[in-house]
């Protein structure tokens, strides 16, 4: 059973088109993440939710929103994709606090490798 | 900004030698984490060393913590060809209504491991 799942794997769309990444988690998870990893494998955070509400967001543009439709799922929708915006984005998840010796630890899952033409 | 920085960002060695791989942070944290990622895959946690500890073991790994220095290093000893991946050290924040335990990752060691 994969834990953190996220879809598509890849992606390829001309610029200036929408698209949406999926994440899924089956591990009861109160957070989950999107990650953003550059060519040079810099990771950055991009969005934090927990049980549903945005906790995290970092100075990321608008063209770029998430949805939590419940604690298991956060989606990722990117409009007026732009040249720039080519990267593998990671969705995590992770227990927060209460979660004792294991807080904090995030799940990743196999990354979208996005390109924009 | 980039909170965690790795050193080196490469590293070759033969098998069965040992790893050492540092990480430098700039703010205070909560705790401090090693990833590995295999090339075209997703991060997967290794080790996690809270703040008010020194030490770490699990397995072949051995994590340290200075939080006087702000450093981390990570050691993999008796290293295999499976070993070769990158590796990431991650800060995380406190639990506040603001950080809510973000990890901020730094741009990882490049580790290959020949036979």
């Known amino acids: 059973d994969t834990a953190v799942s996220q879809t598509p794997k890849y992606l390829v769309t001309q610029m200036g088109n929408d698209k949406s990444i999926k994440c899924e988690q089956n591990?009861?998870?109160?957070?989950m993440y999107w990650y953003k990893q550059d060519s040079k494998k810099f990771l950055k955070i991009m969005f934090s939710?927990?049980?549903?509400?945005?906790?995290i967001n970092e100075t990321v543009p608008n063209r770029f929103s998430p949805k939590s439709p419940d604690k298991a799922h956060l989606n990722l929708h990117i409009n007026s994709l732009e040249l720039g915006d080519s990267a593998v984005y990671f969705c995590a998840s992770s227990q927060d606090r209460l979660a004792g010796e294991r807080a904090g630890e995030l799940f990743f899952g196999e990354g979208s490798r996005l390109t924009v033409l | 900004s980039q909170q965690g920085e790795e050193d080196p960002q490469a590293l070759s060695i033969q098998e069965g030698e040992n790893a050492t791989m540092n990480c430098s942070y700039k703010?205070?944290?909560?705790?401090l984490q090693w990833y590995r990622q295999n090339s075209g895959r997703g991060l997967v946690h290794l080790i996690l060393?809270?703040?008010?500890?020194r030490e770490k073991h699990s397995g072949r790994l051995r994590v340290t913590l200075d939080t006087s220095k702000k450093s981390s290093s990570l050691l993999i000893t008796a290293s295999r060809a499976a070993d070769t991946a990158s590796y990431f050290c991650?800060?995380?924040?406190?639990?506040?209504?603001?950080?809510?335990?973000?990890?901020?990752f730094g741009a990882g060691t490049q580790v290959v491991v020949t036979p």
């Open positions: 703010t205070s944290i909560n705790n």
């Open positions: 939710y927990n049980n549903k509400e945005l906790i």
């Open positions: 991650a800060t995380g924040a406190a639990w506040t209504t603001d950080s809510w335990g973000k990890l901020q």
């Open positions: 060393i809270r703040s008010n500890e």
């Open positions: 591990l009861g998870h109160d957070t």
